[in-house]
């Protein structure tokens, strides 16, 4: 793979300053454009700088375009594990048929991955709960406003050393039970992991976070009754000592987080189950005691414990404010294979030496 050097490297953030989410980008990322004559071509690796883009771009005006979100995280051996990305690959083609974008060639991404890894290795922070984050992209690119399909595009792959998500790091969430805005329709896009689904949440995210909420906990479209997710993050229940989450119906994005609890909690024998839960059964189990925990999960924030959810103007407190067991046992778990602290019995983390 070509690699275009750049004269001058950044300089790196202090060590013991917080990293904050997506604040910091490292020196180098991948790119590879698509054209109709010539497929996907000219992979490479070049200098992460501001790249020029006529105004009538396709990608500024009609938002054709997918991401991904995934993490690396430094092993004790020194080398470099990257969590399921094959998981995100498939998925990311999966978006990519949704929205009309030529699918890639997975083996091009997962090299340019590779190399963009071993050049940015010293940019893996260090300390406890950090990653690098890593943020495939593709953008429709061809100059023209007609409402058509682009014929040219973009993907590209930048790097982020991370902290916490949350300002206020696992510290329970307090949720805003959004009934009247909408994030995703049956028959929409909220499957597939495209920008335009985070434009059109942001207004209810918006007025949550006036409200003093991190989040809104979407309801499903039609009858604003079943339980989809959370903003950025699948949402599970544990209610009389199961864990439920809702099924992938349509209008959810299939988390590879939720996934790999999903697993997780199977093979360590608890009862889960993927169904259809209206807001009233989670409230009515939190009233009679029942709902012992609530968690969201996502590659940003791996598991996020929810200590609150408002309702119709009513909050109902959960797990006493505190993180809850199950909820602990995964965040332990998932961040233990990352970290590889903990075997990886499933083959989930991939080595770059
Ligand atoms: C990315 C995303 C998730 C979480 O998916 P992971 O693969 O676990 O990171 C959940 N909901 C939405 C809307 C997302 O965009």
Same mark, same amino acid.
Request: aromatic share 8%; proline share 4%; hydrophobic share 35%.
């Given at each position: 793979m070509q690699i275009i050097k750049r004269e001058q490297c950044k300089q790196k953030p ?8 997506g604040h910091y980008f490292t020196d180098y990322m991948f790119t590879m454009k ?8 000219d992979a490479k690796i070049q200098p992460n700088e501001p790249l020029r883009f006529d105004m009538?771009t396709?990608i500024f ?6 991401f ?44 340019g991955l590779?190399e963009l890894l071993?050049l940015e290795?010293d940019w ?8 690098l984050y890593i943020r495939p992209t593709i953008v429709?690119t ?11 595009y973009l993907f590209f792959i930048i790097l982020s050393p ?8 696992? @510290?329970?969430? %307090? ?6 805005? #909408?994030? $995703?329709?049956?028959? *929409? /896009? ?90 009233? @059964?989670?409230? %009515? ?6 709902? #012992?925990? $609530?968690?969201?999960? *996502? /590659? ?54």
């Open positions: 202090n060590a013991d300053a917080p990293l904050g989410f698509y054209t109709a004559n010539e497929g996907w071509h009538a396709s005006h009609y938002a054709q375009g997918i991904e979100g995934m993490k690396a995280f430094r092993q004790p051996d020194g080398s470099v594990g990257v969590f399921r990305p094959d998981e995100n690959w498939a998925r990311m083609n999966n978006s990519a048929r949704r929205m009309c974008i030529p699918e890639f060639p997975v083996s091009v991404v997962e090299e590779e071993k290795r893996i922070p260090h300390g406890a709960g950090t990653a429709a061809r100059v023209m406003l007609g409402v058509h399909a682009s014929t040219e991370v902290g916490s998500y949350y300002a206020h790091g696992l @510290e329970p969430t %307090k949720l805003l039970v959004e009934d009247y805005y #909408t994030r $995703a329709t049956l028959g *929409g /896009t909220g499957e597939a992991k495209c920008l335009g689904n985070y434009a059109a949440s942001m207004k209810a995210a918006e007025e949550a976070e006036a409200k003093g909420f991190d989040q809104v906990l979407w309801l499903d479209a039609q009858e604003k009754r079943y339980v989809e997710e959370v903003g950025s993050m699948n949402i599970f229940f544990v209610i009389d000592g199961e864990v439920v989450t809702p099924a992938l119906v349509g209008s959810i994005l299939p988390g590879i987080t939720r996934k790999s609890c999903l697993h997780l909690l199977r093979e360590r024998g608890y009862k889960t189950s993927e169904r259809r839960i209206s807001i009233e @059964e989670v409230i %009515k189990a939190a009233c009679d005691g029942r709902l #012992t925990e $609530a968690f969201g999960t *996502g /590659t940003a924030a791996v598991i996020s414990p929810v200590g609150l959810i408002r309702y119709k103007g009513v909050d109902y407190e959960i797990g006493g404010g505190k993180m809850g067991t199950v909820t602990k046992l995964l965040y332990d778990t998932v961040t233990g294979i990352q970290n590889g602290v903990i075997a990886d019995e499933y083959g989930w983390m991939k080595r770059i030496s």
